[in-house]
């Protein structure tokens, strides 16, 4: 298949979304950036189409799709009912990187839920994105525009790497703002629960819909907790090195990441350093890449996926991370780099 790649770096542009509209109403794919990651596009009421989706990721069957809206108005349609928490929680966040989980009403298909009776929809702020999902119907089922396994996309050039023949059109949208998926919230329980943390924290929900509970299993800390949303349960991405978090004070961190590479390399082995602008230099062997900065810790995020997509393409055998838990986004942030690193961490 040839894959069309649309250039919409520069906003919106109607032609393309049209294309973009009538490939999705005839059951084709197309990957879309949003503010988190880019998106693998399908329309999400069409059991046939939900089910290329993942035939293109090769993603497991019971994993869940989130469906994509681009207006309030379409909500009502694909769910039950619509609890207060989610009208509080929209107004503050949508359009926004936020999922929210509901009872699905009987439009939406199995094939799209992964077997569930619940439904996670999100509107994403991206303008690109909302063009594309009223184009093509009002309703896109969206999972990461990765291959299974893989990091999620942060950019189209990954999209491109991973789907490239094997998908109707990539929509280029530039660079994403935020770089980790959306944060997931439960309301189908009494109290709403994260189920994947992201952009959108404990303290901003609660600041809206007052308690809020955290999937246990979503810190990393219990490596046995079972996660409440089926996709968090597989191990998202394995990179090709060895990677291995090392968790402690700033300094205490660097050191003990030196006396590391020295050791590795003394092995024989090409070790690599995920460090950030403030401590690239004061590393004194491997390969050292910067992150982004602690005092911006929206680098930190935008930048995680691609670093480690970058480390795949070198011959470096072990990767040596700093820890990341930031003000607002670490729990998000560790919890996407824990899983990497297969719960590998040397605490000094
Ligand atoms: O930021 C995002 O959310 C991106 C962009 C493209 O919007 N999408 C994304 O989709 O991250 P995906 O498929 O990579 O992750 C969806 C997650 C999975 O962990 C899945 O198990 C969970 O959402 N999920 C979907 N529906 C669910 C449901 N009904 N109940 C529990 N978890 C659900
Ligand atoms: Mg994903």
Redesign the pocket.
């Known amino acids: 298949m040839n894959t069309i790649i649309e250039d919409m770096r520069s906003g919106v542009d109607e032609e393309g979304i049209a294309r973009a509209g009538d490939i999705l109403k005839h059951g084709g794919l197309v990957a ?1 950036p ?8 399908a329309d999400a009421l069409d059991a046939q189409a939900a089910a290329r989706i993942y035939a293109a990721k090769g ?1 497991p069957s019971d ?6 809206i681009a207006d309030w108005d379409a909500l009502d349609y694909i769910v039950e009912e619509i609890p207060e928490e989610a009208r509080l929680l929209a107004d503050a966040f949508w359009p926004g ?1 936020l ?1 929210m ?2 009872k ?1 009403s009987e439009v939406v298909p199995l094939a799209t ?2 077997g ?5 929809v ?1 509107m ?1 702020v991206n303008e690109v ?1 909302r063009a594309m999902i009223r184009a093509g119907g009002g309703y896109i089922a ?5 291959t299974s396994g893989r990091p ?1 996309p942060t950019k189209a050039s990954h999209v491109m790497d991973d789907m490239d023949g094997i998908i109707e059109m990539i929509i280029d949208g530039g660079d994403v703002e ?1 770089g ?5 919230v ?1 309301l ?1 329980e009494d109290t709403p629960m994260i ?2 943390p ?1 952009y959108i924290n404990e303290e901003m929900l609660e600041k809206v819909v007052g308690s809020v509970k955290i999937d246990p299993a979503v810190s990393g800390a219990d490596t046995k907790a079972r ?8 191990r998202h991405y394995a990179p090709r090195a060895d990677l291995i978090i090392v968790e402690g004070a700033q300094e205490a961190v660097r050191e003990k990441i030196n006396e590391l590479v020295q050791e590795a390399a003394a092995c024989g082995k090409v070790p690599g350093i995920i460090g950030t602008d403030e401590s690239r230099d004061l590393y004194q062997g491997g390969l050292v890449k910067s992150i982004g900065s602690r005092a911006d810790e929206l680098t930190i995020a935008q930048h995680l996926y691609s670093i480690l997509r970058e480390f795949d393409d070198s011959d470096i055998s072990v990767i040596y991370s700093e820890s990341f838990e930031t003000p607002n986004m670490g729990l998000a942030i560790m919890n996407r780099l824990i899983k990497a690193a297969g719960h590998q961490i040397i605490k000094v």
């Open positions: 879309f949003t503010e988190t990651v880019y998106g693998l596009g993603r994993n869940p799709l989130i469906v994509h990187p999922t989980i509901f699905k839920t992964g569930l009776q619940t439904v996670a999100r994403p994105a969206a999972p990461s525009a990765n999620s935020i980790l998926e959306s944060t997931i439960d189908t189920l994947r992201g996660p409440k949303a089926p996709g968090m349960r597989y």
